[in-house]
């Protein structure tokens, strides 16, 4: 079965700027978190959702913020770009999110220059 | 705050040797417990979870990991590496509580490289 889809793979964005993120998690996954990745702060929680509700979220400002569709796919958004949001950014999904393994994407290179 | 730590974060081994990584993670209670592998520019793979029951866990690509309860470790094993496996290896845990759902907190990572 196909994987996780992470759209699109590689962004340029300017300062400022809002940039949105898209995740199709593998079929009949109903939980999809997302994750940070920087070289200074390694892999960080942003946040997750199960069945379009948010379930729990990381310790990020507002500006970083999703939503869940009802058919599972996700979107994150960060709004004002700052240029410490460069990063890649990997989307995970999983059937439930509990006691269950997760699966990533490939992640989206964002660079904000 | 659980945390994870991996304190190696370089580690070169040669074709053929054995292969350990650290883990340790700080937490009241015994988390599910991961490793992942990351190659250059891409995503997560799962290597192998533990979640209870036998303490060896087997996984893809020739790949077992310990845990042990006394010492909070995770380590992950494999007896003969090869070339491909360089890459970087993340160990990363979760609460076993029902609202923890995905929220992983990983370690820093431990990037292997291989010799011919």
């Known amino acids: 079965k196909a994987g996780v889809t992470q759209t699109p793979r590689y962004l340029i964005k300017t300062r400022g700027q809002q940039v949105t993120l898209s995740c199709s998690p593998i079929s009949g996954h109903r939980s999809v978190s997302w994750y940070q990745q920087t070289p200074g702060q390694g892999l960080q929680f942003l946040f997750e959702?199960?069945?379009?509700?948010?379930?729990n979220k990381g310790n990020f400002p507002g500006r970083f913020s999703g939503r869940q569709f009802s058919n599972s796919r996700s979107e994150m958004n960060v709004s004002t770009l700052e240029l410490g949001d460069s990063a890649l950014y990997l989307c995970?999904?999983?059937?439930?999110?509990?006691?269950?393994?997760?699966?990533f994407g490939q992640g989206t290179r964002l660079t904000v220059v | 705050a659980q945390s994870v730590t991996q304190p190696d974060i370089h580690i070169t081994v040669s074709e053929g040797a054995s292969l350990e990584l650290r883990c340790n993670y700080s937490?009241?209670?015994?988390?599910?417990l991961f490793w992942y592998v990351q190659s250059p520019g891409q995503g997560l793979q799962l290597l192998l979870k533990y979640f209870s029951g036998d303490t060896l866990v087997q996984g893809i690509k020739g790949f077992e990991a310990e845990f042990k309860r006394s010492q909070s470790s995770f380590n992950l094993r494999k007896p003969s590496v090869h070339w491909s496996d360089a890459a970087e290896y993340f160990c990363?845990?979760?609460?076993?509580?029902?609202?923890?759902?995905?929220?992983?907190?990983f370690g820093g990572g431990t990037r292997l490289m291989v010799k011919p």
């Open positions: 959702y199960f069945s379009e509700t948010q379930r």
């Open positions: 937490y009241g209670a015994t988390p599910y």
């Open positions: 995970a999904s999983s059937f439930t999110g509990m006691n269950t393994e997760a699966f």
């Open positions: 990363a845990v979760v609460r076993p509580y029902n609202n923890a759902g995905n929220m992983l907190t």
